[in-house]
């Protein structure tokens, strides 16, 4: 197929002198958007998000291409383009998305041009991109399931079809693309299939032929986006069309859908908890470009009631295998919780819309908590293998039904969502840490770096250096500042930090006359290159527990330490599984920083003991009054590892969860 | 298609005169079988389970062609008879079995011959057993899925194609309808489909051109049955060279499947749990008419590790909404309790036979526990609407799916395999209540009828009645007895069951110094008709509380009395929901029989505060030692109600176990 011709001038991106913030991330404030904060520009110099970034440059970014190879995915372009023979292969219709999300990782790392970002990946990413171009068809559709299986049935099954999925995972694409590279051929594709779905999709008696959405919620997002990359107003008022008519029974009124019942009058989130995150990422998005005020309100109600009610502690959301689905309030398993990794990306891309909207520090409270333990266990922490589901339990005796639900690390899916989507958030990863606004430079997330904001066009820059999460202290010193004009200096207390001491300049303050409200420490002075700040955030290990409507953890604790959550697992514990293991509470926890475990990790010791569960025969229920007794058992130290670096050292059981008597 | 000729004498069945036991029961032992207890006669004549069995007779099995019309079961058959156009409908290529269950359901009510048994239930059993036979391919293949949809792929697609699965219900339908009516017309579809299958299906090297097994296990306990009704011994071996089959990667090696480890090696219960328990009442079938001891084992050992470790106090099944499957050991959950209706009617299936082949009490005290809890929830009250999956829980604000694996109840399923399921066992159930031995005759389950034994050619015969479930006294009057023979009488003495008296004769025995060894209460008399026995179980609703590594259920107790579980529903309390309430363990449980409600039952009234919790804000974990305090709530009488009756009134939240603190 021939190449389009460019839609869009090929010089060099104008992007990053818009005052939307961060050139080169995922989300950029259109010109009237109405946000509390942009995003700021942060790079990270070491520490550890650094070295998982690292992992992901090194090893999972550039084994991206071999596998969308091996897994038919490359292949599937090349026969749409012609230059290639064969069948379809991968399983799907949404196979198309996992090149778009590798090449919007690819892009987001080519920006930072480290020495690992060199000719090799940029070479990748001309190639794909060029073969994206070449399947596009000549009116901008681009499927290769439907162009290569069903053809003549375009948007006939949009329930199933992923069409419109797919074409959002291709716009994000080429908006990393053009914000990183300043290139415009992979823009050229995305506003060419943006402007073929804006003809066809449309209100009755607007013209357009279907008034229909795609049963996976990702395209409305992606479309204010190339918005906000193109100026095009088009894209977002398609963007708030799509989102407003889900809801009305367009996909057959289901839940797993989004299609029960509209966001505006939602209660809570439902269905299957990715649609349900990144259809709220375009609400808002839209909210904060349309200042829509019903849309904003929906938006805070659902996050607020699904954090109350449907997170995990680790985060991690969506409790049934079964449609990947939010359960209902306050059913949060550990054996089969889903939590998705994907889920908990849309989750961090969804709160930080909202933290930048907001400006409230709890969207990034939630982010970090999600970035630390149920996002970054999605990954091994040799970049080569994968969790789709992230279960808080893993039992003694567990059988493992393999596949992509397996709680075994596995290097590639069937259906392979989640690696390329944890690529794409890690090589955007300073994206997500600060902030800026008029007022000034807001750090919501904690890694040695630099931050540059921007108060109405004049710099700030602060430089971040810290041994976070294994260390509370976090040093900040002024690098750029005006000379005369007072700005505030924001750091974000953590909602589980009880006790911290924060020193600025002479000044002391501990969390009982800290200038803190909301979650932020409002640091409010006339700035000098070199001022510095040194907030010490208290580490102690503790013992969390859950409201009480929460079931599956009744009668148990979760060891926490800052923002990691501890898990146990078999290996640590030799001589029995985990399942008859009982914490003892009065026993102090105890800190161990181990260099050479996992990569370096702290771990915290505890003491348990393990039940002696007198053998009641068949039958495992007895009257209270009758039941065999427990007797107190073997005292076992426990080393508890944090939650992220589980499975990866040998099969077996863990848990998250424990109980105390 | 033209009808086959008769392959089997058609003169009334010899059955009756077997020496195998119950004439007209699913079971009847063949001529070399080594089992403990033959199945004896029952007629149920009032009382408890009659009333649920006239509901079936009278409501669900009439209402079944119909139901079978509308969802296309019939008409697919008639396509393929040729008798009638179309497509096929009803979407798998299992609902053929929907069919023959019906049939066997049907057959074994027409074996009562009681007034609602007459013309129109005949007539319609002999219109579709004619359809059936005229559906039958020459070579004997029927299934139309793939005579309709995959002409020329018989026996290509073994995992999920459920030919022989539906082979092994259209032998059970016809073992049935000759058992009952002595008929042969369906007997002669089922011999000539097993004579196909048997010259298709063998070892390598056995000179049959497949060497594979049905991905849903069935056919095997069916053959079983084939063979004890016709003596053809090769239906025998064909069962027993399909059950060791499966664990040998036929299937790809899926524990779904209950492929991935034989039988005679597997330690725990595990994948589809229809499937395994199909698979294990085959296995037992097998044992008890070869004397495979290593089978037997592998029963025993499977029977005991389920039980132990894989069943919800409901005696319900599978843990898992998704694949339908047991979860591992102690991963018990409440709200996604898949507890399928069909697995509990495996269940009972299996266990009956465990009971045969060892004499055992604790087979038949799961029956029990099953029978009035896990399988009666899976029928409305008025026999007209089901359950596919039985939870322990409802949460407040559920949202509900819909489909098939809805917790409502539902007129018909897309997947209706258990409202013919349902059927079949309640139209046999007194087959499962009594059995009898060359000593005499033991009553499993009790329920006010006849008992009708065998001791080596001489009839015993005893009448029962009680009140049971509601009433713990059981009157047991002796009414044929050889003169001068005495015998035992077993009395099952139910697992659940601490204080009993029992009144034979003049003498009077309590738990205490009863003649009781593992579960069966032995009266040896030389017996008199006329004598009378009067068996008194102690009713006291009580706690119970489960094995401390079940952690779905830790810090919460289940109201039981007698072999009945009971639950809260929400409808019976108003002004808030169920997830808020704590049980006061420490006020008396009251029992109230209630006539007017759900067809008359009693509750049990105890005594509960709803919590108070401080809105904790967004996020519902926090520190051990700052948790927002609970303060004691409104005290609110709770009333439970017996866990079979729920959902038949109005949609709404249930529990059965209930927290302490």
Redesign the interface.
């Known amino acids: 197929m021939p190449r389009p011709r460019s839609a869009v001038p090929s010089s060099p991106s104008s992007a990053s002198s818009d005052a939307g913030g961060s050139p080169t991330g995922p989300v950029r404030l259109g010109p009237g958007a109405k946000a509390a904060l942009v995003p700021a520009t942060v790079e990270i110099r070491a520490g550890f998000w650094d070295t998982r970034r690292a992992v992901n440059a090194r090893t999972s970014i550039p084994q991206g291409p071999n596998l969308l190879e091996s897994a038919g995915n490359l292949n599937n372009l090349r026969i749409v383009a012609g230059i290639a023979e064969g069948e379809f292969r991968g399983g799907y219709p949404f196979v198309d998305s996992d090149v778009y999300k590798w090449l919007e990782a690819a892009s987001w790392q080519l920006a930072r041009r480290t020495p690992e970002d060199g000719g090799p990946l940029a070479a990748d990413v001309e190639r794909i991109v060029a073969l994206v171009a070449d399947a596009q068809q000549p009116d901008g559709y681009l499927n290769t399931w439907f162009q290569l299986l069903k053809s003549g049935e375009r948007y006939q099954d949009l329930r199933w079809g992923h069409e419109l999925y797919c074409a959002g995972h291709l716009i994000q694409a080429a908006v990393a693309h053009h914000r990183s590279t300043g290139r415009t051929e992979l823009l050229d594709v995305a506003v060419k299939f943006a402007d073929h779905i804006d003809s066809v999709f449309g209100l009755p008696g607007s013209g357009k032929p279907i008034d229909g959405i795609d049963g996976h919620p990702e395209v409305e997002t992606a479309l204010v986006e190339l918005y906000r990359e193109t100026g095009e107003r088009r894209y977002l008022d398609l963007a708030g069309y799509f989102v407003d008519r889900f809801g009305h029974g367009l996909l057959g009124g289901?839940?797993?859908c989004q299609d029960?019942v509209p966001l505006r009058e939602a209660a809570?989130v439902?269905g299957h908890a990715v649609r349900q995150l990144y259809l709220l990422a375009a609400a808002t998005d839209l909210a904060t470009e349309t200042e829509d005020a019903e849309l904003r309100a929906a938006a805070e109600r659902l996050?607020?009631a699904m954090?109350?009610?449907k997170?995990h502690?680790t985060g991690g959301l969506g409790a049934?295998?079964?449609?990947e689905?939010f359960?209902?309030?306050?059913?949060l398993?550990?054996?089969?919780a889903y939590c998705e990794t994907c889920a908990a990306i849309a989750s961090i891309q969804w709160s930080w819309r909202m933290a930048l909207l907001t400006g409230e520090a709890?969207y990034s409270?939630l982010i970090e908590r999600t970035l630390f333990n149920g996002f970054l266990a999605g990954v091994s922490l040799d970049g080569e293998s994968w969790l789709y589901v992230n279960p808080l339990?893993v039992?003694?005796?567990?059988?493992d039904?393999?596949g992509d639900?397996s709680a075994r690390r596995t290097r590639w899916f069937r259906c392979a969502c989640c690696p390329p989507n944890v690529m794409r958030l890690l090589a955007s990863l300073e994206h997500y840490l600060a902030s800026s606004d008029a007022g000034g430079l807001q750090i919501h997330q904690y890694a040695t770096g630099r931050c540059t904001g921007d108060l109405d066009g004049t710099p700030v820059a602060v430089r971040v250096e810290t041994g976070y999460p294994w260390q509370g202290t976090i040093g900040l010193t002024v690098e750029e500042t005006p000379a005369d004009r007072p700005w505030t200096l924001s750091l974000r207390i953590p909602?589980w930090c009880?006790e911290f001491r924060v020193r600025c300049g002479d000044t002391v303050y501990d969390q009982s006359d800290a200038p803190v409200r909301d979650g932020w420490l409002r640091l409010e002075r006339t700035w000098a290159p070199g001022d510095q700040v040194v907030l010490e955030l208290a580490l102690e290990p503790?013992?969390?527990?859950?409201?009480?409507?929460?079931?599956?953890v009744?009668?148990?604790?979760?060891i926490e330490r800052g923002p990691l959550v501890y898990c146990l697992e078999g290996v640590d514990h030799p001589g029995g599984g985990l399942?008859?293991i009982v914490l003892d509470?009065t026993r102090p926890l105890q800190v161990q920083h181990r260099p050479d475990l996992l990569g370096g990790v702290t771990t915290v010791v505890a003491t348990g003991r393990r039940?002696h569960?007198t053998d009641?025969?068949?039958?495992?229920?007895?009257?209270?009054?009758?039941?065999a007794p427990?007797t107190d058992g073997d005292p076992v130290e426990l080393t508890a590892i944090p939650y992220y670096a589980w499975a990866n050292r040998q099969d077996g059981s863990m848990r998250i969860?424990l109980?105390t008597s």
């Open positions: 289901e839940a797993y029960r809570n439902e996050w607020s954090t109350a009610t997170t502690v049934h295998h079964d449609e689905d359960g209902d309030p306050y059913e398993p550990n054996e089969r709890r409270d339990q039992r003694d005796g567990h059988t039904p393999g639900q909602q009880r503790r013992l969390t527990v859950a409201d009480p409507r929460v079931d599956a009744r009668g148990c604790v979760a399942d008859d509470t039940r569960i009641a025969g068949w039958w495992p229920y007895a009257s209270a009054d009758s039941a427990e969860w109980p």
